[in-house]
Each structure stands twice: as structure tokens, then as C-alpha cells.
């Protein structure tokens, strides 16, 4: 990963964290990542991107590990995630780009190209299909009161659930629960942390050494935005 530079950029009066390697490659490509991840999900995709020969760049959303917290981040929307991208684009003097995204990265990676389709070259993305934005796209799917994504919509009960435990706890419990082959459901009474059985080792593809860097990461920013956008 020696090869990965890094720097911040400010765009719309934030300083965004941003992760390049082979910045003269003729094509971009620009990573975005979900929740709980961040510019690190994508280091390996990076260095594959930059063997072919493209630039590839991969960002902390604003209100994400070492990109800065906006002023009132309960105001946020996926807009805000858009409109950076779309001027990170222009500070690296970029003109278009393939955009790819996972998870929530996905809705801003379909929005860019929506709404700016001449800055696009194309677009992948990774476990979230396209919606039509609104505040009805996600209960339209009639998931559960238990879910996750049902849940932490509701105002403060993802900062109470997440405020029993440290930093680390929290990103571990997320991933054992979200990469299991079940999906879980918190019954009444329950919490989604109260999901987690701390018997259950990480898997093999999710390394104590990466687990420490995805914690270190979430210790600076916190979850204050990222609870926000994309979950309310």
C-alpha cells in the first residue's frame, strides 16, 4: 500500500480525505465506499485499477474518517455526498470518470450519473440497486421493524445502541452480523448489538490488523454523520 498517496483536498468549504495512486493514468477511476467502510475498502481494487493503467482514487465522504465534519451534519442529505464529488472532480481537474460504488456508495454513484451524466464514463456498483430518491424509497421494500435499516432511521437509537461499546466493538459486531448468510433481525425488545455473540471469530478475509484501522478511522470522525447519510 506504499504506493497509495495521500492528501486533502478542499471542496465546497470541507477538506476531504483523498487516496490516489498513478495519478497520471489517462482514465479515472473514483471509489466510494459504504458503512461502516471507507477509503481503506477499496485499497486492493486501487492497486489493480492502477496496474491497468488508470488513476484511481478512492475518498472519505465528508463527515468520514480523516475527511472533515460538516457544521450541522443532521441537515445532511445524499446531495451533499453528490455535489462533493462531483467538485472533487474539479479540483483534481478531472473531467470524467468511471464511478464505482458499494453499498450506500451506491446511490451517489447512480445520482452523479443521473444528474451529471457528462462527467461519467460508467458506472459499477455493489449490493444496492437503484431507487428513485425520496423519503418513501426504502420503506417501499416493506422490510421489517426489525432490520437494521428500519431501525436506525429512528432518531437516537443507533447512538444509544452503539454508545454501549467502544469504537471497535461497534465495527466488529457490524461486520459479523451483516457478512453472515442470514440476515439479521432484532426482535422486539432487542437492539441490533444485541445480535452480536462475541464467541463468533472474525472471518478470514477480515483481519484483526484491518479491523484495528477501520476502528481507528471511525474514532476520528465518529458516527454523528455517518448515522445521517446514508441511514436517515
Not at 473514483?30 to 461502516?36: Q, V
Not at 436506525?152 to 451483516?178: C, H, M, S
Not at 448489538?193 to 477501520?214: A, I
Request: glycine letters at 8%; hydrophobic letters at 40%.
Amino acid at each position: 500500500m506504499e504506493k497509495i498517496q495521500h492528501s486533502h483536498v478542499e471542496v465546497r468549504g470541507l477538506k476531504l480525505h483523498v487516496a490516489q495512486i498513478n495519478v497520471s493514468g489517462k482514465k479515472a477511476v473514483m471509489f466510494l465506499h459504504g458503512f461502516p467502510e471507507i477509503w481503506y475498502t477499496w485499497r486492493h481494487q486501487m492497486i489493480a485499477a492502477a496496474n491497468a493503467g488508470y488513476r484511481a482514487i478512492s475518498i472519505d465522504f465528508r463527515g468520514y474518517g480523516l475527511s472533515e465534519q460538516p457544521a450541522e451534519p443532521e441537515n445532511a442529505t445524499f446531495k451533499d455526498v453528490v455535489d462533493d464529488v462531483i467538485g472533487l472532480l474539479d479540483s483534481l481537474g478531472i473531467n470524467k470518470a468511471f464511478i464505482v460504488g458499494k453499498d450506500f456508495g451506491s446511490m451517489p454513484s447512480y445520482l452523479v450519473a443521473a444528474v451529471h451524466p457528462e462527467r461519467v464514463i460508467g458506472v459499477i456498483t455493489l449490493g444496492v440497486p437503484f431507487l428513485i430518491p425520496g423519503p418513501s424509497a426504502i420503506q417501499n421494500h416493506l422490510l421489517p421493524e426489525g432490520f437494521y435499516v428500519t431501525r436506525w432511521q429512528d432518531p437516537g437509537r443507533a447512538e444509544a445502541d452503539f454508545g454501549r461499546f467502544d469504537v471497535k466493538t461497534v465495527i466488529r459486531n457490524i461486520y459479523l452480523l451483516f457478512s453472515g448468510s442470514e440476515v439479521p433481525i432484532a426482535s422486539e425488545g432487542q437492539e441490533i448489538m444485541d445480535l452480536y455473540d462475541p464467541s463468533t471469530p472474525l472471518p478470514p478475509w477480515f483481519s484483526e490488523e484491518v479491523l484495528s484501522v477501520y476502528a481507528s478511522l471511525y474514532e476520528k470522525s465518529g458516527f454523528r454523520f455517518a448515522l445521517r447519510v446514508p441511514n436517515r
